[in-house]
C-alpha cells in the first residue's frame, strides 16, 4: 500500500489543482480521490448524514500516514468541498463511536497542494490550514502552490510536482523510520 493519498477538492476535475495533484499523485503513484464527486453533505448539528460516504472514505484515508490535501484558493479561502470535507471532520471529534477514529489523525504528516492567481498563497488560507492541521494534531509538512494568473504554466507543473513529491517520499521514510509511540 502506497503510504500517502490525496484527497482533491477542486469545483472542476481536470483544472489547475486537479492536474497539479494528478501530477504529483504520478510521481508519487498513489491515489486521488475526488472530493467533489463524493456524497459527503454538510456538517449536521443533529449528525442525520451518518449514512453518506464521509465515514467510508476517512477508514480509507486513516490507513495512510500521509494525506495531501488539495485545494485552489477560493475567495481567501478553501472550495467548497473542502470546507464540508473539513467541517464533516468535526463529526470524529464528537460522535463517541467515531473518537477512537478522530485520535488516529494525530501525528500524520500533511501536505497542502493549492493553487490561486497570486504569487504566494494568501497568509489567511495558509493560516487557517495551520490553525485546522494544528487542532487535529497532524504536522503541515509542505505546501505546493502554483500563481495560474496565466493559467497553469507546463514549464512549471512537472519541477513544481517532482520537487513536491521528492519532498513527500523523503518524509514519509523518516516517518517509517521513527520509533513507535
Ligand atoms: C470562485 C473563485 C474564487 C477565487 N478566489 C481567489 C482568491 O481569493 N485568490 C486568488 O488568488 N485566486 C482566486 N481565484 C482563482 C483561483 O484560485 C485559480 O484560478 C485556481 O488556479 C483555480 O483552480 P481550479 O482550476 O482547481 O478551480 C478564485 C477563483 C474562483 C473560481
Redesign the pocket.
Known amino acids: 500500500m502506497a503510504d500517502a493519498i490525496a484527497l482533491?477538492a477542486?469545483?472542476?476535475r481536470?483544472?489547475?489543482?486537479?492536474?497539479?495533484t494528478d501530477r504529483i499523485a504520478l510521481d508519487l503513484g498513489i491515489e486521488v480521490i475526488d472530493l467533489a464527486a463524493l456524497r459527503i453533505s454538510a456538517y449536521d448539528y443533529q449528525h442525520r448524514n451518518r449514512g453518506d460516504d464521509f465515514e467510508p472514505l476517512m477508514r480509507r484515508v486513516l490507513e495512510h500516514p500521509q494525506v495531501i490535501l488539495?485545494?485552489?484558493?477560493?475567495?481567501?479561502?478553501v472550495?467548497p468541498a473542502m470546507k464540508t470535507f473539513l467541517d464533516r471532520i468535526s463529526d470524529l471529534l464528537e460522535l463517541p463511536d467515531l473518537l477512537a477514529e478522530g485520535r488516529r489523525l494525530r501525528g500524520k504528516n500533511a501536505y497542502l497542494v493549492?493553487?490561486?492567481?497570486?504569487e504566494q498563497?494568501?497568509a489567511h488560507?495558509l493560516g487557517a490550514w495551520r490553525e485546522t492541521l494544528g487542532y487535529l494534531g497532524m504536522r503541515l509538512v509542505e505546501v505546493a502552490h502554483?500563481?495560474?494568473?496565466e493559467?497553469?504554466l507546463l514549464r512549471e507543473l512537472a519541477p513544481a510536482a517532482a520537487a513536491f513529491a521528492a519532498r513527500v517520499r523523503a518524509a514519509g521514510l523518516q516517518l517509517a523510520a521513527a520509533p513507535g509511540p
Open positions: 482533491l477542486s469545483s472542476r481536470h483544472g489547475n489543482t486537479g492536474t497539479l488539495a485545494t485552489p484558493v477560493y475567495w481567501y479561502s472550495s493549492c493553487t490561486s492567481v497570486c498563497p494568501d488560507f502554483l500563481n495560474c494568473r493559467g497553469l
